[in-house]
């Protein structure tokens, strides 16, 4: 029972198999990148490589699994995609046990990995609109999210202590057994899940070209969800892009340590922890339209910021603080956001606008990060982090406005 709302045991199995793969993934957080510097001794095009390619590739192959996704259990396929990913970093640290790990290998696991969240993501989403009534489903995205903000607190100092003690192998295996939890966990849901209606579709027919399409179609028809789509994919493209710049500028010119630098960004993390906390109160006082308006408005106001940092514990402070405010903002937001979509997607399209928004997104921080990666080899990293701050500040014009007509249009979506 959460604020009257009752989510049910299966929602505590699908939670519980959630926080196990969540974990799991942070603990082993830059694993193959770790692999491919520490025992490949790839360089920096290589590694840079891995994250994108496995990254842009991985979404690609993930397309034209949401329409097969929308039309099957979504239970099994959740179970079958966390033993693909466990299979797939099971491979790689059997490759490393008999000295037979290559780069190719690396790649190859990190593209089935990336295709593997996308469609996991896509089926439980769709899970969780079915198991959860609609005046529960923010409290639950709220759990989700606050689920994964003490994941990436926790995971990242576990993993690192792992690697230290058992070697740089161990967390690829901590993630493969955190997918056969989730699997348990998924496999341990009891309520009967109906096979999903084909309309005006025979038994076995396979997926039409233009299903490909329906998620995008979906989401660029839809009046409040296409301005929360461009402004969602906008905002994490021009945060992420500027990621690596800033771990240029911190580690090199500015001479921050590792530790330093790691400091920096997970101590904040607290606050999306915080933030996916209030996001439910928030909303039973203000209304989910005002808080998706000002925490969009807020979270875009902060990255801004970073242009101003310099060295010393004056400026590790400062860049705690912009992401603390930044991350809190978004822990508001994003539970909010998943609530709102959930109910603006009718059930026979939710596998497919989940895997579109999904395939959107990384394809948008992959093109964004190489364009802003360009930009700081011509103008220096704190110029191009300075410029995507001032383009954030222009994303709250793409939220949506008219609370009355959101509302009418959730009413015909649930």
Known sequence: MAGGVSLGRDFGWLWAAYAAGTLGTWVAFNAFPLLAITVLHKGSAEVAALAAVG?????AVALPLGPWVEFRRKRPVMVAMDLVRCAAMLSVAAAYALDRLGFFQLLVASVVVAAADITFGAASGACLKALVPAEGRLVAQARLESTMWTATVLGPPLGGA?????????????????????????????GREPRPARKGRREGSGVRAGDLLEGWRHILAQPVLRPLFLNSVLVNGLIMATAPLLAVLMLGPLGFAPWQY??????????????????????????????????????????????????????LALVMAVELALITCAGVFTPVLAAHRLDLTPTDRVARTLTAWSVT???????????????????????????????LLATPLLLPRGEARTR???????
Do not use: E, N
């Open 361 to 391: 997104a990384k394809a948008s921080v992959a093109a964004l990060t190489a364009l802003w990666g360009l930009l700081a080899a011509a103008v220096g990293p704190r110029a191009a982090i300075g410029l995507a701050g001032v383009l």
């Open 262 to 315: 790691g400091l920096a960004f997970a101590v904040p993390c607290l606050g999306g922890l915080v933030g996916s906390r209030l996001s439910r109160p928030l909303v039973a006082r203000y209304g989910r339209h005002r808080v998706l308006r000002t925490s969009g408005v807020l979270r875009a106001c902060w990255p801004v910021g970073l242009v101003l940092v310099h060295p010393g514990v004056t400026g």
């Open 55 to 59: 990254a842009a590739v991985g979404a």
């Open 162 to 190: 792992l690697v230290a003690l058992l070697g740089p192998v161990a967390t690829v295996l901590v993630d493969a057994l955190s997918y056969l939890l989730s699997a348990a966990g998924i496999r341990a849901i009891k």
């Open 408 to 414: 009418a249009i959730v009413d015909t979506c649930k």
